[in-house]
């Protein structure tokens, strides 16, 4: 079994700061993309930000400039730094993965469970 394990979710001020973590784990043979979505109450999933294996990044227009999105490749972990947070920054953020598995099968998407951040004075 492989599973993504975030944590580092929680409550802000405006203005504040937040770090998210991904671990992925299991049988995994290498680690293609990994990314930090997220959604809102009442709207559609939207990509926060995601890096590949060799590190090129993309992020969504909302957090560009305030987000920093990482990468430690022997870990298979991905983290999140969140500055300057802003009540529209509130939602689910979910991890998302691309793997090889140890069996030989196909390229796999995968979903963590997610983790709540939540902005507000």
């Known amino acids: 079994q492989v599973q993504l394990v975030e944590s580092g979710g929680g409550f802000v001020q405006p203005g504040g700061s937040l770090r998210l973590s991904c671990v992925a784990s299991?049988?995994?043979?290498?680690?293609?993309?990994m990314g930090w979505y997220r959604q809102a109450p009442g709207k559609e999933r939207e990509l926060v930000a995601s890096?590949?294996?060799?590190?090129?990044?993309n992020y969504g227009d909302s957090v560009r400039g305030r987000f920093t999105i990482s990468r430690d490749n022997a870990r298979n972990t991905i983290y999140l730094q969140m500055n300057s947070l802003k009540p529209e920054d509130t939602a689910a953020y979910y991890c998302?993965?691309?793997?090889?598995?140890?069996?030989?099968?196909?390229?796999?998407?995968?979903w963590g469970q997610g983790t709540q951040v939540t902005v507000s004075s």
């Open positions: 998302n993965a691309d793997y090889w598995p140890l069996d030989d099968g196909p390229l796999t998407d995968l």
């Open positions: 890096i590949s294996s060799h590190h090129i990044i």
């Open positions: 299991g049988s995994i043979f290498s680690v293609n993309t």
